[in-house]
């Protein structure tokens, strides 16, 4: 009986198997190329400006103009960043100036002059703490003479109101789904929030310590010394800032500007909850591309290949 060789099928076999592979090889790189190519032709500075400038002659709003120049932040190079601001600020400030030409004069009665105050009061005075160590503030609707607010009417805490009393730390009720806060004007004062929230605007703060549980939107924070914050938001704006340290998970590039010595590690703020919170903002402690803690631009330091002297990495917490 004839023995039949089967040695060159099996070579056959493997070779076809060994053909297959490298062709599923070549197609997965042939790809991931593609794939590559087409991101880096939308991560291109010069089609961002074309859309920008279209957005801008289609008559987008600041904040529309805004959330588009987020998205791309990641990759535009500093200077493209600060003149989409800067043009943001423009619309912004004119804006303002044709809501005065148009806005109606409110007639005046000169006998009644003496007796209408001249500033706004503030109700955040109503926030009157008690002799405890630890205050539960129901936060209440103000305005206030000593903070510049934005247009939009926002809760406001004045932590000056709470200097002369026997407490130092506050945890912020708010009275509202996702509330909007302007924490302004406090010394040697410690805020907690641990609700989701909207947005937060932060000025004129010293050796204070917030700490914020998410917040569903911007963070924008001014002329603050000494001061240490925890902060977990979309996006977070820091100006005229010295010696703080800011421990976030901020979704995209964290931007400084006219600050100095500032410190920047992970948000590590934890209460029971905060984890359902985090998954409500779309926000992630652990997936790098929404934690973007470590990735700050600094608008006054416009060398790409020397990190800015303004601020450090705190990588051993």
Known sequence: MQQIDSEPSMMTSEMEAKRNKLFERMQQRSEEMKSKRAQEQKENPALFWKEFNERIEQQQSAHELQLFLNQHVHYLPNYDVRKADEKIKKMQEELKKDKKVFSFKKKTNPSSNASTPSTPVSSASSLTPSLSSSDDLTATTSSSSNVKLPETNKTVIDLSNFENSNSTIHNVVPTKEKESFAICNGVNQTLFITNIIGAVYISNLQDCTICIGPVCGAVFLSKCTNCTFQLACW??????????????????????????????????????????????????????????????????WLKPNEPSPNFTILLNQ
């Open 235 to 300: 996006q977070l704006r820091i100006h005229d800032s010295v010696n703080c340290t800011f421990l976030i998970c901020p979704k995209n590039h964290p931007i400084i500007e006219n600050c100095s010595s500032l410190k920047f590690g992970k948000y590590n703020f934890s209460y029971e909850g905060i984890q359902e919170q985090f998954k409500a903002c779309d926000m992630s402690l652990d997936d790098e591309t929404k934690n973007k803690w470590n990735k700050v631009h600094d608008f006054n």
